[in-house]
């Protein structure tokens, strides 16, 4: 069980450095180029883990069109997204706005399934999260604001598809019980391959010139926080379950603000408030989540 929760710990300092990770690299290539990176150097450990398994099978290719579709949305176009906004973003800030999928996650399941209805916790989980991003964009202060508020549309854009793309998955290929590593490797792969084919390369080689940049780009948003972390979490889920193991959402965002403090980037009242509000908003959803299914089953059991 120690080494359970030793892996959750790193999930969670995977995926909150990768923020850092993409601030360094936007001063050397583009948004665009950085996605490519970060999906080329996850997909090695995916597809390795796949093979070695052997979750991938002939008989998942009629899946194709649903593999594409999360390809292109939940993996291609969310690291975009999120790239661009770090770029623009001080990295803690854009930590704590990727922090808030679940929220988008959780709209879009109330809207899109009607398996599932909210209930007065989640309702207030979301009004609080929305304070947070409010908090942390601070539209009030207009052309005097510190936060460029473009970057703030490209996070919420990024954790808004993601939620969409959780809904799909659920209506589209739940159902089929592929293994979540075959799914995972699907996805990135084809998104590889989109990528390639869309991104411009040129000045692609400008992240050599510095090797701690292009270390951290490839080993650790590549490898560490884009490959083994799906590793991680579909092990997590496993062992924890799809809620506890959810909890490193917790850890995401304190990493991310806490790095990026460590790093130069100031740090005040409104930032501390906004992730309180943030993380407060992600411990109600998941516990009147819980609540709703929990519900459900004993419904279904009388």
Same mark, same amino acid.
């Given at each position: 069980?120690?080494?359970?929760?030793?892996?959750?710990?790193?999930?969670?300092?995977?995926?909150?450095?990768?923020?850092?990770?993409?601030?360094?690299?936007?001063?050397?290539?583009?948004?665009?180029?950085?996605?490519?990176?970060?999906?080329?150097?996850?997909?090695?450990?995916?597809?390795?883990?796949?093979?070695?398994?052997?979750?991938?099978?002939?008989?998942?290719?009629?899946?194709?069109?649903?593999?594409?579709?999360?390809?292109?949305?939940?993996?291609?176009?969310?690291?975009?997204?999120?790239?661009?906004?770090?770029?623009?973003?001080?990295?803690?800030?854009?930590?704590?706005?990727?922090?808030?999928?679940?929220?988008?996650?959780?709209?879009?399941?109330?809207? &899109? !399934?009607?398996?599932?209805?909210?209930?007065? $916790?989640? #309702?207030?989980?979301?009004?609080? %999260?929305? +304070?947070?991003? /409010? *908090?942390?964009?601070?539209?009030?202060?207009?052309?005097?604001?510190?936060?460029?508020?473009?970057?703030?549309?490209?996070?919420?854009?990024?954790?808004?598809?993601?939620?969409?793309?959780?809904?799909?998955?659920?209506? &589209? !290929?739940?159902?089929?019980?592929?293994?979540? $590593?075959? #799914?995972?490797?699907?996805?990135? %792969?084809? +998104?590889?391959? /989109? *990528?390639?084919?869309?991104?411009?390369?040129?000045?692609?080689?400008?992240?050599?010139?510095?090797?701690?940049?292009?270390?951290?780009?490839?080993?650790?948003?590549?490898?560490?926080?884009?490959?083994?972390?799906?590793?991680?979490?579909?092990?997590?889920?496993?062992?924890?379950?799809?809620?506890?193991?959810?909890?490193?959402?917790?850890?995401?965002?304190?990493?991310?603000?806490?790095?990026?403090?460590?790093?130069?980037?100031?740090?005040?009242?409104?930032?501390?408030?906004?992730?309180?509000?943030?993380?407060?908003?992600?411990?109600?959803?998941?516990?009147?989540?819980?609540?709703?299914?929990?519900?459900?089953?004993?419904?279904?059991?009388?």
């Amino acid at each position: 069980m120690r080494l359970t929760y030793l892996v959750f710990a790193l999930l969670g300092l995977f995926w909150g450095s990768n923020f850092i990770y993409m601030k360094w690299a936007a001063e050397l290539i583009t948004p665009a180029q950085i996605t490519l990176l970060r999906v080329f150097f996850g997909f090695l450990p995916l597809a390795l883990a796949a093979w070695r398994k052997g979750v991938i099978h002939r008989d998942q290719v009629r899946h194709l069109p649903h593999f594409f579709v999360m390809a292109v949305l939940a993996t291609a176009f969310y690291y975009f997204a999120i790239a661009e906004g770090t770029a623009l973003l001080p990295s803690g800030i854009a930590g704590v706005l990727g922090g808030s999928i679940s929220l988008f996650t959780t709209i879009a399941t109330l809207l &899109f !399934l009607r398996t599932e209805r909210p209930n007065g $916790l989640m #309702l207030i989980g979301v009004l609080v %999260g929305f +304070a947070g991003i /409010v *908090l942390i964009a601070r539209p009030w202060e207009g052309s005097d604001s510190t936060i460029d508020i473009t970057g703030v549309f490209w996070m919420l854009a990024a954790t808004t598809i993601l939620g969409v793309s959780y809904v799909y998955v659920r209506r &589209f !290929l739940s159902p089929h019980n592929l293994p979540p $590593l075959a #799914l995972a490797t699907w996805q990135t %792969g084809l +998104a590889l391959l /989109v *990528l390639l084919l869309v991104v411009d390369r040129t000045g692609t080689g400008n992240i050599l010139q510095n090797w701690h940049t292009a270390a951290g780009v490839a080993v650790g948003l590549g490898v560490l926080g884009t490959g083994m972390a799906f590793l991680i979490y579909y092990y997590l889920l496993q062992e924890l379950g799809a809620v506890a193991a959810s909890g490193a959402t917790y850890i995401t965002p304190n990493v991310a603000l806490l790095i990026g403090w460590a790093t130069g980037e100031h740090v005040g009242m409104p930032e501390i408030v906004a992730i309180i509000l943030v993380l407060t908003s992600i411990a109600m959803l998941q516990i009147g989540r819980q609540k709703a299914v929990n519900q459900i089953e004993r419904a279904a059991s009388i």
